[in-house]
C-alpha cells in the first residue's frame, strides 16, 4: 500500500517525576522513539489535574505508516479507536520506568490539516455552504477530521465548526475555508465569531497566527 504523504502519531504521555526532571525526560522520549521516526517532544509541565504527573506531547513522524508504528509501539486498536496504556493496568515500562500513562493516535493523510482547533476561518461561496447559510461567515474550527474508509494516500480534510448563536456544530471541507489569520482559544463547546468579528461565547483571542501556526 503506498504511505500517505502525510502521516503523524501522537501520544500524550504523563510521568511520575518532579518538574526539574521535564528536559532530561523529554530528551529520553526522543531517544527512544527515534527507532520509528522523528520525534518532536512537548513539555507541558505538572498536568493541572494531577500535578504530581509531568505531561508531554509528542508529534512523531512515522517512518513508514502510522498504524504500524503505534502497533510496533505496543498500543492495540479496537471498535473505539487506539487503547491507552497505563502502568498500573498493563503492567510493564513505556519508553521511560517514570511514565505512568500514555494515551495514543494515528492520523494519515495526503496533506497536513491546513487548520486547527481554534483558528478563525472565512466561508467560501459554495452551494454546500450556502445550504448552511454560511456564505462568507466567519466561524472557529473545532477539530478536523476526514472518512477513514478512503485510501490514507487520497483523504482530505473536513472540519467541525462552531458558529454564532448556534449551539451545534457544522461541518465543511477544507476547500470551503479561507484563513483570516486570527485564532482563538476554545475554553467551552458553544463559541462562535460574532458579524463584528468578535469572538462570542467561552473564547479568547490569542493573537494572529499563519494557519496551522502554534
Do not use: N
Not at 504521555?13 to 530528551?27: C, F, I, N, T, V
Not at 482530505?156 to 456544530?169: A, F, K, M, N, P
Amino acid at each position: 500500500m503506498t504511505l500517505a504523504p502525510y502521516r503523524l502519531v501522537w501520544l500524550a504521555l504523563w510521568a511520575q517525576a518532579p518538574p526539574e526532571r521535564s528536559p532530561a525526560l523529554a530528551e529520553h522520549f526522543r531517544t527512544a522513539l527515534a527507532p520509528h521516526g522523528e520525534a518532536v517532544v512537548h513539555t507541558r509541565g505538572p498536568y493541572h489535574r494531577t500535578p504530581e504527573l509531568l505531561h508531554f506531547q509528542v508529534d512523531l513522524t512515522p517512518r513508514h505508516s502510522a498504524p504500524a508504528c503505534l502497533r510496533a509501539l505496543g498500543f492495540r486498536q479496537d471498535d473505539f479507536g487506539w487503547t491507552d496504556w497505563e502502568r498500573t493496568a498493563d503492567g510493564g515500562v513505556f519508553l521511560h520506568p517514570a511514565v505512568y500513562g500514555v494515551q495514543a493516535g494515528a492520523l494519515e493523510a495526503a496533506a497536513a490539516p491546513l487548520f486547527r482547533t481554534g483558528d478563525v476561518v472565512r466561508v467560501r461561496d459554495r452551494a454546500d455552504a450556502r445550504e448552511l447559510g454560511l456564505i462568507g461567515a466567519e466561524v472557529v474550527v473545532g477539530h478536523p477530521d476526514y472518512d477513514p474508509d478512503t485510501a490514507p494516500a487520497l483523504r482530505t480534510w473536513r472540519y467541525s465548526l462552531h458558529i454564532d448563536g448556534q449551539d451545534e456544530v457544522e461541518c465543511l471541507d477544507e476547500s470551503a475555508l479561507e484563513p483570516t489569520g486570527r485564532r482563538v482559544r476554545l475554553y467551552g463547546a458553544r463559541v462562535g465569531v460574532g458579524p463584528d468579528g468578535v469572538p462570542t461565547g467561552a473564547a479568547q483571542v490569542i493573537g494572529d497566527a499563519p494557519p496551522g501556526g502554534p
